[in-house]
T-cell receptor, first 116, second 110 residues
């Protein structure tokens, strides 16, 4: 069974630009979450999508946005990039219990974004 | 609110045991545990649902005290392959929002 696929693996962008990251979840997983990982802040929750709807959002500015398509693939977009946005962005997918909670997440390998 | 993990780091010799704790200020539906090796993605270890259950995965087990909003991860007879950073993730009654602790770096030496 294929894992969670994130593209691209590496990105270098200039301050002020925008970037779009892609995530293909495990087949059958309808919940997709995005995390920002940095050495100082650990794993920070960005947002979670379920059946094309954003169910949960973390404490990030509006420059960070995402969406989910009908095939559960998800994208996240960061506009007006800042140096502090340099991080590893991880996508995780999960199947969901009847009450809406996860059975456990499978993470992709991440996209390493460097803003210069 | 981010759960708090302790200790922040621990160094073990092969065969020794370790306990990693995770504490939350919010009522929890479940607690997840993940391990991340350097340069790799976090890997799911186990999930504990409210009800005080204990689960095991080979020599790694965990408990969840719903009333205290605390979970502990037990690693017994540690192996070199156990080295990595362990994260607990807490899921409150919101569904779909997993918040991770700051991580516990575990190093197992020969």
């Amino acid at each position: 069974k294929a894992g969670v696929t994130q593209t691209p693996r590496y990105l270098i962008k200039t301050r002020g630009q925008q970037v779009t990251l892609s995530c293909s979840p495990i087949s059958g997983h309808r919940s997709v979450s995005w995390y920002q990982q940095t050495p100082g802040q650990g794993l920070q929750f960005l947002f979670e999508y379920f059946s094309e709807t954003q169910r949960n959002k973390g404490n990030f500015p509006g420059r960070f946005s995402g969406r989910q398509f009908s095939n559960s693939r998800s994208e996240m977009n960061v506009s007006t990039l800042e140096l502090g946005d340099s991080a590893l962005y991880l996508c995780a997918s999960s199947s969901v219990r009847p009450g809406g909670h996860s059975y456990g997440y499978t993470f992709g390998s991440g996209t390493r974004l460097t803003v210069v | 609110q981010q759960p708090v993990q302790s200790p922040q780091a621990v160094i073990l010799r092969e065969g020794e045991d370790a306990v990693i704790n995770c504490s939350s200020s919010k009522a929890l539906y479940s607690v997840h545990w993940y391990r991340q090796k350097h340069g790799e993605a976090p890997v799911f270890l186990m999930i504990l649902l409210k009800g005080g259950e204990q689960k095991g995965h080979e020599k790694i087990s965990a408990s969840f005290n719903e009333k205290k909003q605390q979970s502990s991860l037990y690693l017994t007879a540690s192996q070199l392959s156990y080295s990595g950073t362990y994260f607990c993730g807490t899921d409150s009654n919101q569904g779909g929002k997993l918040i991770f602790g700051q991580g516990t770096e575990l190093s197992v030496k020969p």
